[in-house]
């Protein structure tokens, strides 16, 4: 999604799961587009990762538009702006189900059938802050169906990935890494993808806005053995797990579009 974050999951049971909602307003007509598509008439899990804009923006059109079940949220606050207190005083406003999950919680998306385990979140009431601390409380989850699995790290970067290498260790392996912070010079640490990995490595990100990713970052990502997916340069990707196989693909819509 450009120089943010979105990914849209659909469970074999139906249900659904939103996992951050950016970029930019400017751009938040390419998530509707895309809910629009696929004709998504409710949601049943919304995460915001972390407050950052690039992160939560797309939520204002979700809470406004469609129906959600659940919201898992962190308890920090972005101390330079008000607008994810909007967010969320939109999204008790409409009747949605506020999670606030601590590390080590499994969520139940899929009646078993899909694990969803949360790795990471700051889940004490009052934290907030910018920048970095709110990067480094983003909600991280591994999720896996058949013998298929996938780690979403919003923003954190390196601090965070050697808390997750000490507490988690082999656990962290997954086939599928959502590579940190959009793949920032201080993320994606070789102690870190060691542990995880992965076979294939998703980078979120928009044309350079940063310098993302990082050289640094994709060479580590290279050197480990992981294939590269960069929205900058693919567009909107999909990921489809089987039966027996698993596989990525260009999503062939205005959701595709590069920016």
Known sequence: ???????????????????????????????????????????????LTHPHADHYTGLQYVFSNIPVANFYDTQTDNTGTSVDEAIRAKAQSMGVNIVHPSAGDMLDWDAGEVQVKVLNACSSPGMSGSGQFLNDCSIVLKITYQNTSMLFTGDMQEDVEADLVTTYGSELKSDVLKVGHHGSQYSSSDVFLAAVKPHDAVISVGRNNYGHPAP????????????????????????????????????????????
Not at 10 to 19: R, S
Not at 216 to 243: F, K, M
């Open 1 to 47: 999604m450009g120089q943010g974050d979105a990914a849209y999951i659909e469970l074999p049971n139906g249900n659904n799961a939103l996992i951050d909602a950016g970029p930019s307003k400017a751009k938040t007509g390419y998530l509707a587009a895309f809910l629009s598509e696929h004709n998504v008439v409710k949601i049943d899990n919304v995460v």
């Open 216 to 259: 640094d970052c994709r060479a580590r990502l290279q050197a480990a053995g992981a294939i590269l997916h960069r929205t900058d340069l693919e567009g909107s990707i999909e990921y489809v797990i089987g039966a027996n196989s698993a596989s990525f693909s260009p999503l062939d819509s205005i959701s595709s579009l590069k920016y």
